[in-house]
């Protein structure tokens, strides 16, 4: 019989610092899931390398929480504070990060990395703590016949594809890179999810629009912020298109760049494929995403609860849960295994600190009394849609 175990490793007002889940399913096996909150590298200086040593360090702790190493982690969120309106500025500090990352992993912890990444500047306001330059989000999994890389985790009997995210950047039929299509937004995004996603998942048996569970859209807004809704709405119509009737959970967002600084459009998708795994789908649709997705498979489901905007943190949390209820659990709090938290930043730096302040104030006040899920936060130029002022997503975990 199946069996869920979530352990909530020393827990704060509003994030524990590791979530560790323990899996049983109906055929005995067993698998660990560690997924530490969001990490900083703040107690060392303001440079990137020594920034991304004391991050490292953070994070095998959270790590450590499990029993895990950075050889068991299979997906990195990388999150850059904007360093500058300047792309210039911009693709020096992502050169700079670049050649530090995989290195410097390797040389402090004696790991391969496995991982797949994605990146973004987020926003010149940067993070809950404003000494970071970057926070970094990673996921680790452990169990008998699993096996990670390449942008998958393999069970064995299916397969859970969670490829990097991508960008129009392409080689060109004569060979040169190409890092833009120009100004058609819908065609770029198009692209995207037919050459870089449907085409090379297809290789690997899966069925890009039928059995993507969760999607994540970045779109670039710095080079001209009047357009940023405009692209927002523009990229969720064409990927609402593409869909259809078999809409993912997920969440769209304006960032200040991606880093292809070329291009305006970066998703990232979720597929499962394989014996006696489905997807279940909310049947409600709301800014564009089925408002919940449920991956279950051998008596165990892992609900992905798409991006809820709004003006207060509680009043969010409290719809979240009740996806998961709706979903089949028994409710956010006690089945809440990570919420990716956001707050929308403008050119105030005071006021949006304010609104931090409040945001966190209102999350911590929902969790009263229990042990919070794990957590990462960030300042965002927006979140789904234009009257947001924040905004929460979700991934919980629970028998059934």
């Not at 730096?349 to 042990?371: A, H, I, K, M, P």
């Given at each position: 019989?199946?069996?869920?175990?979530?352990?909530?490793?020393?827990?704060?007002?509003?994030?524990?610092?590791?979530?560790?889940?323990?899996?049983?399913?109906?055929?005995?096996?067993?698998?660990?899931?560690?997924e530490?909150?969001?990490n900083?590298?703040?107690?060392?200086?303001?440079?990137?390398?020594?920034?991304?040593?004391?991050?490292?360090?953070?994070?095998?702790?959270?790590?450590?929480?499990?029993?895990?190493t950075?050889?068991?982690?299979?997906?990195?969120?990388?999150l850059?504070?904007?360093?500058?309106?300047?792309?210039?500025?911009?693709?020096?500090?992502?050169?700079?990060?670049?050649?530090?990352?995989?290195?410097?992993?390797?040389?402090?912890?004696?790991?391969?990395?496995?991982?797949?990444?994605?990146?973004?500047?987020?926003?010149?306001?940067?993070?809950?703590?404003?000494?970071?330059?970057?926070?970094?989000?990673?996921?680790?999994?452990?169990?008998?016949?699993?096996?990670?890389?390449?942008?998958?985790?393999?069970?064995?009997?299916?397969?859970?594809?969670?490829?990097?995210?991508?960008?129009?950047?392409?080689?060109?039929?004569?060979?040169?890179?190409?890092?833009?299509?120009g100004?058609?937004?819908?065609?770029?995004?198009?692209?995207?999810?037919?050459?870089?996603?449907?085409?090379?998942l297809?290789?690997?048996?899966?069925d890009?629009?039928?059995?993507?569970?969760?999607?994540?859209?970045?779109?670039?807004?710095?080079?001209?912020?009047?357009?940023?809704?405009?692209?927002?709405?523009?990229?969720?119509?064409?990927?609402?298109?593409?869909?259809g009737?078999?809409?993912?959970?997920?969440?769209i967002?304006?960032?200040?760049?991606?880093?292809?600084?070329?291009?305006y459009?970066?998703?990232e998708?979720?597929?499962?494929?394989?014996?006696?795994?489905?997807?279940?789908?909310?049947?409600?649709?709301?800014?564009?995403?089925?408002?919940?997705?449920?991956?279950?498979?051998?008596?165990?489901?892992?609900?992905?609860?798409?991006?809820?905007?709004?003006?207060?943190?509680?009043?969010?949390?409290?719809?979240?849960?009740?996806?998961?209820?709706?979903?089949?659990?028994?409710?956010?709090?006690?089945?809440?295994?990570?919420?990716?938290?956001?707050?929308?930043?403008?050119?105030?730096?005071?006021?949006?600190?304010?609104?931090?302040?409040?945001?966190?104030?209102?999350?911590?006040?929902?969790?009263?009394?229990?042990?919070?899920?794990?957590?990462?936060?960030?300042?965002?130029?927006?979140?789904?849609?234009?009257?947001?002022?924040?905004?929460?997503?979700?991934?919980?975990?629970?028998?059934?």
């Amino acid at each position: 019989m199946a069996k869920v175990d979530i352990v909530r490793h020393n827990p704060g007002a509003v994030f524990c610092s590791t979530c560790e889940v323990v899996i049983t399913d109906d055929a005995h096996n067993i698998v660990r899931l560690v997924e530490p909150s969001g990490n900083v590298g703040t107690q060392y200086a303001k440079e990137l390398g020594s920034q991304w040593f004391g991050t490292i360090e953070n994070l095998n702790k959270g790590l450590a929480f499990g029993g895990l190493t950075w050889g068991d982690v299979y997906k990195t969120d990388v999150l850059w504070t904007t360093p500058s309106a300047d792309p210039d500025a911009c693709d020096v500090y992502k050169n700079d990060f670049n050649g530090v990352y995989g290195a410097m992993i390797q040389a402090v912890t004696g790991c391969s990395l496995s991982s797949n990444r994605m990146a973004r500047f987020t926003h010149a306001e940067g993070f809950p703590d404003p000494e970071a330059l970057f926070e970094v989000q990673i996921k680790a999994i452990e169990g008998h016949n699993v096996t990670i890389g390449g942008g998958k985790i393999d069970y064995g009997d299916w397969v859970d594809h969670q490829p990097s995210g991508a960008s129009v950047m392409h080689k060109g039929a004569d060979g040169n890179m190409v890092t833009t299509l120009g100004d058609d937004l819908a065609r770029e995004t198009e692209f995207i999810l037919v050459e870089q996603y449907e085409k090379k998942l297809a290789a690997q048996g899966v069925d890009f629009r039928t059995q993507t569970a969760w999607l994540e859209v970045l779109v670039a807004v710095d080079d001209d912020p009047d357009q940023t809704w405009t692209r927002v709405e523009t990229v969720r119509n064409t990927v609402a298109d593409y869909f259809g009737d078999s809409r993912p959970a997920g969440k769209i967002y304006p960032v200040s760049r991606i880093p292809n600084l070329d291009g305006y459009v970066e998703p990232e998708p979720r597929c499962v494929v394989g014996d006696g795994v489905t997807i279940d789908r909310s049947g409600e649709v709301v800014d564009g995403f089925s408002t919940w997705t449920a991956i279950r498979r051998s008596g165990v489901s892992e609900v992905i609860v798409s991006g809820v905007g709004g003006d207060n943190g509680a009043v969010i949390l409290d719809t979240i849960d009740g996806y998961v209820r709706e979903a089949g659990g028994v409710g956010l709090k006690e089945d809440g295994v990570f919420n990716n938290a956001y707050v929308v930043a403008g050119a105030d730096s005071e006021v949006s600190r304010e609104r931090l302040t409040s945001f966190n104030g209102l999350f911590s006040g929902y969790y009263e009394g229990v042990v919070p899920a794990g957590r990462t936060a960030q300042f965002v130029p927006g979140f789904m849609r234009e009257d947001c002022i924040c905004g929460i997503s979700n991934r919980s975990i629970f028998v059934g």
